[in-house]
């Protein structure tokens, strides 16, 4: 009785009291929860049933009929069977405390261990609990007593062992097992399946073969063994399952058959996986099955095969098999990758017929298929309308805000959220971090991160990327670099969001630098990464950089029909000059978005070449893929201004809400106000600006001063200055701009006075900077620099050739003269 009183009393501390302590129902204490260091209460409905175990384990007179009676201490008769039922049932509802104080309670009255026929039901209580600590307490019981030679008791501590996922404790125990039957085995694969080592499981299954010749009559260690192949995509394997299943007469199984099915589509493997089906379509009651059909159906889906899927669910409709939540899933998850709104809608009319509107699932799968099909208002319709709103389906509307042009409805979502659950998970974080990088919401980009810290979630790389971009895209390449050089593991996305940090904020020669590191860590780019390069060979206009990165992504099967790389070679090689490329590679594209056009339109107009420019807008037209958006007026706008084409530039501007529906933004009537500005129409110029239904920003003020410059026309700039510098009032350029008009205007107080304000701001005027390649070298220059080693020769040149435009008539004005005269004046 010491082995039993030691169990006892280990257990009554586990309890949370002492073992000389009285006897209390165990529905009236409190104990430690293994998983966690805080006590909680048992579940108040255990009290009526746990106070009472005792009493009712005692009976008078003689035992029930079919009732196995026990005299005990004190010459109580205990009711074996009322003990027996008692720990069953506690077991199957989840009260595996009171299960086992009822066997301590058999214990304390003098039961016999070597009577007792319920330890499965004993073990799966402590399975229940969690521990592995507690578990090896019963498993010491168990052999001390010489119980572990039943292999139906050793098969329940292998379950406990998987449950507490005790992996080595389970892989001891089984290896050490005198015995085995195919409940041994199954055990073991789906453990090892069901916890990720899939490699193992496979290896167990072959073992068990080896060691039998065939698989037991049971179909668990098969289905373990496919679903480990459908994660790890082992064909070969899981075609010789397949031969294992067959040779054994299991192929009619329903549970194999969706087994294989899934298997075979996971793997990619679509013919087999419609053999499988084709197979067993006579029998009637197989073909009934649901989840064979759902089975089917997503694979289809999953392997991009939506025609056959459609056909399928169609075919599922017309035998008569009434479709589930997961048959609507699956559709649903078709239509976002057809993009096929109007099937979904009928999918939704479909969710009523079926009464599935409220189950989590659809709706969650409902509201991913509106954001893809380009109806983000329906989607937050049926999220705000859902009572169930679950973690996923809040990780999904905020992610589909985020990833959709809604980073203001994302955030606020996301403080929603916290607001009703407390902290958020891994994709919620995720997605308000990619909200506060789309509004550059530095501060809040610093909380999340703070709560990142707090969450253990820093070195996750995708966090960390996440906040690699986030500090990019608010200017913060310090932080961005820290949190980088902070990652356990760098992966891609980390590395593209660092380099396009450095792309954003014009640090050329730190992205290149990057872009050589990753490689050096033998991580291949992607497009996201070749098109972050290409983006500085047009900050820094070099064509050699160009042409190596092209050659780059030709050798590395970057193929030109990738729509960002083409998109993004047009736009590098236009930057830096060479308009043939482009147009050669916008010809090669097979597939061409709005970008493509829009790209190509706007290097035509960058270097002039109007008319090929309003050609390739007609060949837009034309197109029925794409359509013109605010980019393209952008670029149409602008080229018309720079060519003083007014009677063009009004046509355009015309049709944006004529025959586009676009209204005019900020930018458009930028461009207007240019074109009508160096045309000379000053007057309409102002008038258009006061007419904008949006408020007119520092720029286009900017834009309209020049030209008041470029026609001398001083009493509109001091108004037109005015309002620049109640925008910008530390403004330095536009001051600079407007003393250059008084002085061409012999206005010499004006001129005093606008230098005495900037002379005020203590701001100085940034010197404008400019380079040329040259033989494959890049050759910077500021004004009034000398350091170059051609310095000599440069200046001569440029003597050289003001002496010929003189020549030509030209009489420059002599500034620094003008103004040394009225000074000495």
Request: aromatic share 8%; glycine share 8%.
């Amino acid at each position: 009785m010491s082995t039993l009183n030691s169990f006892r009393s280990q257990w009554l501390q586990f309890q949370g009291y002492q073992a000389d302590q009285p006897y209390r129902p165990v529905a009236q204490c409190r104990y430690l929860d293994p998983c966690s260091p805080n006590l909680v209460p048992l579940n108040t409905k255990l009290h009526s049933v746990s106070v009472k175990n005792r009493d009712s384990l005692r009976i008078s007179g003689s035992p029930p009929q079919g009732s196995v009676g026990f005299r005990g201490k004190e010459d109580v008769l205990v009711d074996v069977t009322m003990a027996n039922s008692l720990i069953k049932n506690y077991a199957d509802d989840g009260m595996f405390v009171d299960a086992i104080r009822v066997y301590l309670d058999l214990l304390e009255s003098g039961f016999p261990v070597q009577e007792f026929q319920f330890f499965p039901c004993l073990i799966k209580a402590f399975g229940g609990l969690g521990s592995v600590e507690k578990g090896e307490e019963i498993h010491g019981h168990l052999l001390k007593f010489g119980f572990l030679e039943d292999t139906y008791v050793s098969n329940s501590l292998l379950g406990m062992y998987w449950k507490c996922g005790a992996v080595e404790h389970a892989d001891k125990m089984f290896d050490e097992m005198p015995q085995r039957d195919a409940i041994s085995w199954n055990t073991m694969i789906s453990g090892f399946s069901r916890l990720g080592y899939y490699t193992e499981s496979l290896t167990l299954l072959a073992r068990m073969i080896g060691e039998y010749g065939a698989v037991f009559e049971n179909r668990v260690a098969c289905l373990s063994a496919l679903s480990s192949c459908a994660s790890t995509q082992s064909l070969t394997h899981g075609r010789a399952i397949h031969g294992c299943i067959v040779k054994n007469k299991f192929d009619s199984d329903e549970y194999l058959v969706s087994g294989l099915i899934d298997m075979y589509m996971k793997c990619g493997d679509v013919k087999n996986a419609e053999r499988v089906l084709t197979r067993i379509l006579d029998d009637n009651i197989v073909r009934g099955n649901k989840v064979i059909w759902n089975v089917m159906i997503t694979g289809y889906v999953s392997n991009e095969c939506p025609s056959l899927a459609l056909s399928l669910f169609l075919e599922m409709l017309e035998s008569g098999i009434g479709p589930d939540s997961s048959t609507v899933v699956a559709v649903l998850v078709l239509c976002s990758q057809l993009l096929d709104i109007a099937l979904g809608k009928q999918i939704h009319g479909l969710v009523f017929s079926l009464a599935l509107e409220n189950d989590v699932r659809v709706q969650t799968a409902l509201i991913e298929m509106y954001f893809n099909c380009s109806s983000s208002e329906t989607g937050l319709k049926i999220f705000r309308q859902s009572p169930n709103k679950n973690l996923i389906m809040w990780g999904s509307v905020i992610s589909n805000c985020a990833q959709n042009g809604y980073p203001n409805e994302s955030f606020q979502l996301f403080e929603d959220f916290m607001i009703l659950n407390g902290f958020p998970d891994l994709v919620i974080l995720l997605a308000a971090l990619r909200a506060c990088s789309s509004l550059a919401l530095k501060r809040s980009g610093v909380e999340l991160h703070g709560m990142a810290v707090k969450l253990g979630l820093t070195l996750d790389a995708f966090v960390g990327g996440a906040l690699v971009d986030l500090y990019g895209k608010c200017g913060d390449m310090n932080s961005a670099e820290k949190v980088f050089d902070g990652l356990a593991t760098k992966d891609l996305v980390s590395w593209n969001a660092l380099i396009s940090g450095f792309a954003q904020n014009e640090y050329p020669e730190k992205a290149l630098k990057a872009f050589r590191d990753m490689q050096s860590q033998h991580l291949e780019p992607n497009s996201v990464t070749v098109a972050c390069i290409l983006s500085v060979c047009m900050h820094l206009a070099v064509m050699i950089l160009c042409k190596q990165v092209h050659c780059y992504i030709l050798r590395h099967g970057f193929l030109i029909n990738n729509i960002l790389i083409g998109n993004s070679l047009i736009s590098a090689y236009a930057k830096c000059g060479n308009m043939s490329d482009s147009l050669t590679i916008f010809n090669q594209m097979s597939d061409r978005n709005e970008v493509t056009w829009n790209s190509i339109i706007l290097g035509f107009g960058m270097h002039g070449r109007r008319q090929e420019m309003f050609q390739m807008f007609e060949r837009m037209k034309e197109t029925t893929e794409v359509k013109a958006d605010h980019a393209t007026f952008t670029a149409l706008l602008s080229a018309c201004s720079h060519g003083g084409e007014v009677a063009m530039g009004w046509k355009y501007f015309n049709s944006m809400t004529q025959d586009y529906n676009l209204e005019p933004r900020v930018e458009h009537y930028t461009c207007m106000v240019d074109l009508l500005g160096r045309a000379g129409n000053l007057n309409q110029a102002y008038d258009l600006i006061k007419e904008m239904p949006c408020s007119p920003d520092d720029r286009i003020w900017g834009s309209l001063l020049g030209s008041c410059k470029n026609h001398g026309n001083v009493g509109l700039a001091r108004v037109v200055a005015s309002h620049i510098f109640e925008l910008d009032p530390t403004s330095i350029g536009y001051r600079t701009l407007l003393s250059n008009l008084y002085e061409e205007s012999g206005r010499w107080n004006e001129v005093s006075q606008v230098r005495t304000e900037i002379r005020d701001t203590g701001v100085r005027k940034q010197p404008g900077c400019s380079w040329i390649e040259v033989d494959n070298n890049i050759h910077t220059f500021t004004a009034a620099d000398c350091s170059h080693p051609l310095c000599e020769e440069i200046y001569a040149t440029l003597e050289s050739l003001s002496v010929e435009i003189k020549e030509e008539g030209y009489v420059p004005l002599s500034q620094s003269t003008a103004v040394g005269s009225h000074t000495k004046d």
